[in-house]
């Protein structure tokens, strides 16, 4: 009765394994939100924490670098301490990323999410 149905198998193996990776995704997805990178600037003067999703979460700043003829410096320390955390953050996720692709056995380089 159901002789020919034989891709409808394939096609429900199919279905599970994409519920199966849309779960994973959103599991990685909460998980990257608990790993914190942290970015710094001026040898640690300022430091940035951010989370693998690129969420700054915290900023520390060393007192000695706010003299009122360094405003500028200052500026450049804390946005090149964001910059280095958001940098860290992105390579952080892409590792994290790369992980689960290749527990799912799909190719090397393969970009997650699709």
Known sequence: MFKGLGGLGDMAGMMKKAQEMQSKMGEMQ??????HVVGESGAGLVKATATAKGELIGLDIDPSIFSPDDKEMA???ILAAIKD??????E???EEMGKM?????LPPGMKLPF
Do not use: F, K, Y
């Open 85 to 90: 955390a958001q940098t860290r953050a992105n």
């Open 30 to 35: 909460e998980n990257l939100g608990h790993i």
């Open 92 to 94: 952080r996720g892409r």
């Open 75 to 77: 500026e450049d320390l």
């Open 101 to 105: 692709a290749e527990e799912l056995g």
